[in-house]
Structure formats: structure tokens, C-alpha cells
């Protein structure tokens, strides 16, 4: 068994769950509504949330050519 999500699991994770994901800067970003209530699910994808954006973010993998 496999315990890496790839990048498409984690899109129709935050899809299923009525959310969008957009790239922006080096950054990818969660958008959508009633986010707060979705947290759990998007922590658990590696994304962080910015305070001063109010916005989940997550870092493209740097390691990626």
C-alpha cells in the first residue's frame, strides 16, 4: 500500500468538498466557501494557513523540475 497522496488526490479531495485549489507565486492556494469548517481535511494535505491573507497555502515542491 501506497501512503503518498498525489497531486490529483489531493485536488478531488478539496473538490469533493466544494473547495478550488489556485496557483499563484510559487503558491498554492485553497479558495472557497465555508473553509473554516474544512480545515482538518486541508491541514491534512500540507496546507497552512496565513493569517494576514486569510487564506490556506501550501508551497509548490521546490524538488520538482
Known amino acids: 500500500q501506497q501512503n503518498n497522496?498525489?497531486?490529483?488526490?489531493e485536488y478531488t479531495?478539496?473538490?469533493n468538498l466544494g473547495l478550488d485549489v489556485v496557483q499563484r507565486n510559487g503558491?498554492?492556494?485553497v479558495t472557497g466557501k465555508d473553509i473554516f469548517s474544512k480545515k482538518d481535511t486541508i491541514k491534512s494535505l500540507g496546507f497552512r494557513w496565513?493569517?494576514?491573507?486569510k487564506q490556506w497555502y501550501k508551497?509548490?515542491?521546490?524538488?520538482?523540475?
Open 5 to 9: 497522496f498525489s497531486k490529483a488526490d
Open 13 to 15: 479531495a478539496l473538490l
Open 27 to 29: 503558491f498554492l492556494l
Open 50 to 53: 496565513d493569517n494576514g491573507s
Open 59 to 65: 508551497a509548490i515542491n521546490p524538488n520538482a523540475a
